[in-house]
């Protein structure tokens, strides 16, 4: 099975600061995986780099068996769009559109067709529990529901995987569990690759994989396997511990 993304010694910097210092990772077809690590650990460039809104400074970066370093501007836009889905904690949602219209803006902008809008739109509603609200704009809906439209708006391009920057941060406990399920079932339901930086254990828990990043480089990686949310929530912090305390 070709890697959705591959890495090998891959490294950033800014100036004379190494951000990210030889990062080896590959990230399968239906995974959900998670990144953590204290504050400047690395995560977000990390991040950045690998969905190719920043530039990497040294090392290789393959995307769907494809070398980053041979891609053209224009190609890598093209798989920003196309292959790419972006989950932000702020949710970045149009005021002046509807939810239906938010979710459908990436299609719009590429000119699909309406039937073939709803045929994709209709099975992510069911799944994130958002029928109901398609009309109403994002000044009228809950930060819970305005993250589930994100969601539905990050996969209706159906790409090679999703990228989520804490996209619990901003939510209460129980709109936390309630995305956090749904991207489950998402990933599951549809396969969707799912690559999250998250500070919150709890939220990592729900993945299959979590690494661990420290001063630029990956120290540590853990697999949930046969283990119930509960055991390998638990197993996230004894790891935590083992390497000094709380990555936050």
């Given at each position: 099975m070709q890697p959705v993304i591959q890495t090998k010694n891959l490294s950033k910097?800014?100036?004379?600061?190494a951000v990210l210092k030889n990062i080896d990772l590959t990230v399968q077809p239906g995974e959900f995986t998670a990144i953590m690590g204290p504050s400047g650990s690395g995560k977000s460039t990390l991040m950045n780099v690998l969905s190719t809104i920043d530039k990497l400074s040294g090392g290789e970066v393959w995307l769907e068996g494809k070398a980053l370093l041979d891609l053209k501007k224009s190609a890598l836009r093209q798989f920003r769009q196309e292959r790419?889905?972006?989950?932000?904690?702020d949710y970045n949602l149009?005021?002046?559109?509807?939810?239906?219209?938010?979710?459908?803006?990436?299609?719009?902008?590429?000119?699909?067709?309406?039937?073939?809008?709803?045929?994709?739109?209709?099975?992510?509603?069911?799944?994130?529990?958002?029928?109901?609200?398609?009309?109403k704009y994002p000044s009228e809906i809950s930060g819970g529901q305005k993250q589930r439209v994100a969601s539905a708006?990050?996969?209706?391009?159906?790409?090679?995987?999703?990228?989520?920057?804490?996209?619990?941060?901003?939510?209460?406990?129980?709109?936390?569990?309630?995305?956090?399920?749904?991207?489950?079932?998402?990933?599951?339901?549809?396969?969707?690759?799912i690559l999250m930086v998250t500070h919150d254990t709890y939220a990592a828990s729900y993945c299959k994989r979590v690494i661990f990043l420290r001063d630029g480089g990956i120290v540590n990686e853990i697999y949930a396997g046969e283990m119930g949310q509960k055991v390998f929530y638990d197993r996230i912090l004894e790891t935590q511990s083992l390497?000094?305390?709380?990555?936050?």
């Open positions: 910097q800014y100036g004379a600061t790419v889905g972006f989950i932000f904690q149009l005021d002046t559109l509807t939810v239906k219209e938010n979710i459908l803006l990436p299609l719009s902008l590429r000119g699909f067709k309406a039937d073939e809008m709803e045929r994709r739109l209709q099975p992510i509603l069911q799944a994130l529990g958002i029928e109901g609200i398609l009309a708006r990050a996969i209706i391009t159906e790409p090679a995987i999703v990228f989520a920057d804490e996209p619990t941060g901003a939510l209460d406990s129980r709109s936390a569990t309630q995305l956090l399920e749904q991207l489950v079932g998402l990933n599951e339901t549809f396969g969707t690759t390497m000094g305390g709380k990555l936050r």
